[in-house]
């Protein structure tokens, strides 16, 4: 557990514990997964932290433990059934109950439905949905017997509406973890589990240099950042700081009379009617 510091009032998650999915990052900056991690460790969770990137996993670790914070690490392929369930079952003979779940694994392919092969297809909705499915299939068990829980997914203004570019795989996949939190939300709420959205916008992660510019931009990230930002009503972009902390709400008691439903964060992209 995450000791209070010094002179330090408890955290919005004090003495929670918290499981989150795609902790890594694909590069230096805040991407959703790292930040939320980060964030809820700050908060007083005492995170669990997957991603199947080990080296990225340790950079979030490390940061969090640096701050006095309590993390554990975890490589994991989350589209892997197996894997999943003996994951989520060894958080609960660790740390005996999980308060918290939040699915922030994703990642996009260009592609509509004439470009897009069969097989990415099949891709974009394992990353995408399966994950989320699965984890949330594993981790409900948990919840009830521990009296009750939160689950926060990530899905993405994609599942919303036209984004600007096509990834029909991508956006088919997103819109689902909506329906999915939705009624997995009501089935569950009697058993005082909550099941949430965040839906972000296009934001300034670390994943728009690492993989976006080469399938948007032909490489360009200043026109792609450029493109990007010219459909936020705001006029600038955030980060994945943004996203954690709407999870955070969503995760905190402070929520606690929240569920089935979404919390958009871009910028006012998808109130624009054009």
Request: hydrophobic share 40%; charged share 20%; aromatic share 6%.
């Amino acid at each position: 557990m995450n000791q209070h510091l010094p002179g330090r009032p408890p955290g919005r998650l004090a003495d929670r514990i918290a499981v989150i999915g795609g902790a890594g990052s694909v590069g230096p900056g805040w991407g959703n997964g790292r930040a939320t991690a980060v964030i809820f460790a700050r908060e007083g969770a005492t995170v669990f932290l997957a991603d199947r990137d080990k080296e990225s996993l340790e950079v979030t670790a490390r940061q969090i433990r640096e701050e006095g914070g309590t993390a554990h690490t975890a490589v994991l392929d989350v589209t892997q059934p197996d894997a999943v369930r003996d994951y989520f079952a060894e958080c609960e003979r660790l740390a005996g109950r999980i308060d918290i779940l939040v699915n922030n694994v994703g990642g996009s392919r260009a592609g509509g439905v004439v470009d897009l092969s069969p097989d990415d297809w099949e891709s974009q909705l394992d990353t995408n949905l399966t994950s989320v499915f699965l984890a949330c299939k594993h981790v409900v068990p948990v919840m009830r017997r521990g009296g009750g829980g939160a689950i926060v997914n990530t899905a993405s203004a994609s599942g919303l509406r036209w984004t600007g570019a096509a990834q029909v795989g991508y956006a088919a996949a997103k819109a689902a973890v909506i329906q999915l939190s939705r009624v997995t939300a009501v089935e569950y709420a009697p058993d005082n589990i909550r099941v949430n959205t965040v839906v972000p916008g296009q934001l300034h992660t670390p994943m728009v240099e690492a993989r976006l510019a080469g399938q948007r931009a032909d490489g360009d990230v200043a026109k792609l950042l450029a493109q990007r930002q010219a459909r936020i009503p705001l006029g600038f972009m955030g980060d994945g700081r943004d996203t954690a902390y709407a999870a955070l709400f969503l995760a905190s008691e402070e929520a606690r009379f929240v569920t089935g439903t979404e919390i958009v964060v871009d910028g006012g992209m998808t109130a624009r009617c054009d």
